[in-house]
Each structure stands twice: as C-alpha cells, then as structure tokens.
C-alpha cells in the first residue's frame, strides 16, 4: 500500500516499470469530474482509455459487468492490461471484480476516492456486485496489484459521503482499542489537510490491513469487521424496500449502536462505549426509519446474511474495545430489544 501526497510520481513509477499492453481507468461521473483531472499529463498520457459509468450503488451489478467486459474487449484489453479503479467502494468493488474475472484476470490498481474506500473498501482484496436488492452476493476475493491512497480526493467528497466512511472507522476504533476508539471520536469534523487526520487516516487503514492479512479468507478475524454489519445490513436493506435508501455507513452507524446494545446486555461491555457512541451518531448520522411492523422484515433479512450458518444468525459483539467475539448467537428478544432501543432513540 502506498500512502501518498502526490498521487502521480507513485503512478508514472508503476506505469513506466511494468509492460502493460494497455492502461483503462474506471471512474463514475463523479470521479471523472472531480478526480480524474488531478491526474497530470505524463500519467493521462499513458491511459488508453476511460470507462464511465453511472455514480451510485445501483450501478454494481451484472449489466454494468456486461457492458464493461464488452468495452474491455472492444478497446483491445489483454491479459497484460490494467485497470485503475478511480472511485469509492462501488467502484473499487465493481472494477476488482470486471478485472479479476475479464479473461480469466487481468492487472488491477485501486485508486480510492472516498473515505470509505481508503479505509475499507479498497483494502482486503473482497470484489463484488449485488444481485437485485442483496448486496454483495456475487464476488471473488483476489487482491489489487497496488493500492494508492492519496487523501487530497477526499476535498471533493460531500460531508455526507465523508460521514458513511467515518462510521467505518469508529467501527475500527471499537474492534481495535481503547485507546483507537477514543480517538476516533475526535474526527467526525476533522481538518482534512491537518497532521492529526493523515496520522489517524494511516492508523485506521493500518487496522484493517492488519486483520485482512490475518485472515484473508474470513475464517475467524476478520469477522470483527462485521461488527455493526448485521443489524446495519438489515436497516440498509429494509430501507431500500422502502424506498428511503440509507448510506451504507449510515446504516452501519446505527447498526454498531444496537451492537454495542446487545455486547453490553450479553458480554457486560462498559455501557460508556454504548453512551459515547449513541451521543455521536445521534448527533451527526441521520435516523433509520423504521416501524415496530418492520422488525420481522429486519429480522428476515438478517436470517439470509451470508455470515450465518447452522440456520442461525451470527453476530460479532465486543467484551471491551479490541476484545471481540465472532460467531454470536443472540436470543431472538435481546434482538427484539435491541430495535427497540434504537427506535427509543429516534425523533419519528
Ligand atoms: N470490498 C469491501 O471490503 C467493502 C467494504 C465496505 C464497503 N464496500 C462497498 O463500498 C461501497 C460504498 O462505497 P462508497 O461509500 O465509497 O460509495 P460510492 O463509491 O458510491 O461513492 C459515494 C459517492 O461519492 C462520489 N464520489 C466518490 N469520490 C468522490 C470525490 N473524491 N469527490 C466527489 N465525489 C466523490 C461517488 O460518485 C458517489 O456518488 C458499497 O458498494 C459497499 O458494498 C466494500
């Protein structure tokens, strides 16, 4: 991984040392726009070509892999190609996965534009689209050739896109330590060019990287990424039934408060990570909606998370900052409570 101020050195080096028969950049309309132009001449002129498609999470599906794969072909991509991944997670996902299954696998790079993408999304090697309303179903893990974080996209990204990553990286706090999680909570405003933020940045990109080469394959740590991801996933999904689609970070916010719930209720954590947590994401990460008749669609949903086996539902809770436990089961109550306390917390 290269952690950069300048984004383009990094990317003539890696372009000029290696024999690529040709050089595609995958961006959406955003990162064409507010991305793509900080790249300079000497990188643009070795591209071969760009291939846009629509911003957002609907774009990460089967068609947008057909229409690419096809594009590949046409523009004469070989097996010798590379594929930039100019963009946030639905780009670094969708292009890992068009690039490791177009002709069996081809070269590819992830250039994240989002904060979300730095910390989580570009990292790890996990590359994939949705199937209808399911996400990630689809997918292979194979990991970039390179990764090159170069925080200055991030004065681009709206406050809004910048929170849907933060919630990630408080979930890093909490699966980490004491000590990472409390500072974590000094970046939800951060000053993007300022020391304290590249340092808590790298740290927070170094976590995750530490637990992926663990355990690349998800069979025991890495599951502590799933911390706030089954309750979240199942706020996001049930949000888009209902046609008020959350952020993913947004979901997940919500989703590590009912977690942290449930962690105080069954592994007794210190109520003040539940307290501390509730206060900032109450403050800053709009509500879920959801009704009391909604909870056994979430609970359904939770019942088709790929995580669980055993037709069990699994979480991952905590006893402490950085001491967490995969492969939970919780009772079907302390669920049904755990929505509820959520709902206690909401305006609507
Ligand atoms: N593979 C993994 O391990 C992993 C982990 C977490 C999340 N994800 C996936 O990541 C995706 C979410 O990623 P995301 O939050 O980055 O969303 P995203 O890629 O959709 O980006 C969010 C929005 O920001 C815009 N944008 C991106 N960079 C910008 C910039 N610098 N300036 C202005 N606008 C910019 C995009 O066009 C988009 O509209 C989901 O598909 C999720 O499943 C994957």
């Known amino acids: 991984m290269i952690f950069t101020q300048d984004p383009n050195n990094e990317l003539n080096d890696i372009l000029n040392s290696n024999s690529y028969s040709s050089v595609f950049v995958l961006a959406d309309d955003n990162t064409k726009k507010h991305c793509l132009p900080l790249l300079n001449e000497a990188v643009l002129q070795k591209i071969s070509g760009t291939l846009t498609v629509n911003a957002g999470e609907i774009t990460k599906n089967i068609d947008t892999c057909i229409y690419l794969w096809n594009e590949l072909n046409k523009r004469g991509a070989d097996r010798h190609s590379l594929l930039i991944n100019l963009g946030g997670g639905m780009i670094t996902d969708l292009g890992g996965f068009v690039a490791s299954t177009y002709k069996r696998g081809i070269h590819f790079l992830n250039l994240p534009t989002t904060m979300l993408a730095m910390i989580d999304a570009a990292i790890g090697g996990k590359n994939g689209i949705n199937l209808g309303h399911m996400k990630n179903q689809v997918g292979v893990v194979n990991q970039p050739d390179e990764l090159i974080v170069f925080p200055g996209f991030l004065k681009t990204l709206d406050r809004t896109n910048y929170l849907s990553g933060y919630a990630e990286a408080l979930k890093h706090g909490l699966i980490k330590s004491k000590d990472a999680f409390q500072k974590t909570l000094n970046f939800a405003n951060p000053d993007l060019e300022s020391e304290q933020f590249l340092g808590f940045l790298r740290e927070n990109m170094a976590i995750k990287e530490e637990i992926v080469s663990i355990d690349p394959y998800e069979k025991a740590d890495r599951k502590a990424l799933n911390f706030g991801h089954t309750i979240g996933h199942a706020l996001e999904a049930i949000s888009h039934k209902t046609g008020k689609p959350m952020l993913h970070g947004n979901a997940v916010a919500w989703g590590t408060i009912a977690e942290l719930f449930i962690s105080h ?4 954590l210190d109520i003040t990570y539940l307290n501390q947590t509730t206060e900032l ?10 009704t009391s008749e909604d909870v056994n669609d979430l609970m359904a949903i939770m019942q088709q998370d790929k995580k669980n086996f ?6 991952t809770l905590l006893r402490a900052p950085g001491k967490y436990v995969i492969d939970q089961i919780v009772s079907e109550k302390l669920i049904h409570e755990s929505f509820k306390h959520l709902k206690s917390l909401c305006q609507s």
């Open 281 to 290: 994401v109450t403050k800053y990460f709009p509500e879920p909606v959801f």
């Open 265 to 268: 209720k069954q592994h007794s």
């Open 310 to 315: 055993g037709k069990k539902i699994r979480f």
